[in-house]
């Protein structure tokens, strides 16, 4: 009497073996996508409230107050200097990871305002980092008409 067993066993073990390969496979591809997926929605999330702060800090300087005592009061850590050869003030407020505003030496995000006054028109160029990029996250510029009392 002969026996053949091992040939089916060992057509089993490399129909096994091809399914798991496949299930290895497959399972590579997904984890892929959910990996995709999750940095894609923490660059949407933080592209989102990169735009609130930006829109914020336009509101400021849209809203006709004295623009330097309104970002302090609303921004206390806030860093400023003043280019005199182009007659322009920069801003720079630093957020911590949930965004709010904090020193420079605990963040991880900042925002970049460069204001000037000329011919009747406050202009205001905001970009929004991540100190990890070079590249910002969000640009906005804003402009404002500077009214004037007429003189009687």
Known sequence: MQRKPAKRSSLFLLELIIAILFFCLASAVCVRFFVRSHVMEQETTELNLAVDQAVSAAEILRSGQDI?????????????????????????????????????????????????????????????????QKDPIYTLEVEKYLQKEASR
Do not use: M
């Not at 302090?72 to 949930?98: A, R």
């Open 68 to 132: 330097v005592a309104c970002l302090e009061d609303h921004y206390p850590d806030i860093v400023s200097f003043e280019d005199e050869k182009y007659h322009t003030t920069y801003y720079t407020i630093y957020y911590d990871q949930e965004w709010n505003p904090c020193r420079k030496d605990g963040s991880i995000y900042r925002l970049s305002l460069a204001y000037k006054e000329e011919n009747g028109f406050a202009a205001g160029d905001i970009s929004v980092f991540a100190n990890r």
